[in-house]
């Protein structure tokens, strides 16, 4: 060890060891949590914790009220398309295009 960190080691070890010591470290203690308790930074950091935790939540919540009904939107794109049939026209140059099988707004 340096000669800074022995005699620091030192006096920290006589400073715990003696009553006047103890009390010396309690009131640097009560001091500290007097600054830090009057101290804003960490109210602000608390609040945007909350606050970001409250909008991954939410997000997570939309998520999964949109999940369920894309899912049945799927279903039903899924079922249209299967049941059409794509016509590229007739050599006699009728046009072609896109039919389908069933009813409008997919109530299948």
């Known amino acids: 060890m340096n000669e800074i960190a022995h005699r620091a080691n030192q006096l920290s070890t006589s400073r715990q060891a003696s009553p006047r010591g103890r009390l010396l470290e309690r009131q640097n203690m009560n001091r500290f949590f007097k600054a830090f308790k009057v101290s804003e930074d960490g109210a602000v950091t608390v609040d945007w914790v909350v606050l ?28 249209a398309l299967s049941s059409s049939t794509v016509s590229t026209g007739t050599s006699l140059g009728g046009a072609g295009g896109f039919t389908t099988a069933g009813t409008a707004g997919g109530g299948g």
């Open 52 to 79: 970001t935790a409250l909008i991954i939540g939410l997000a997570t919540l939309l998520y999964f009220a949109i999940q369920t009904g894309t899912i049945g939107l799927s279903g039903n794109v899924n079922s």
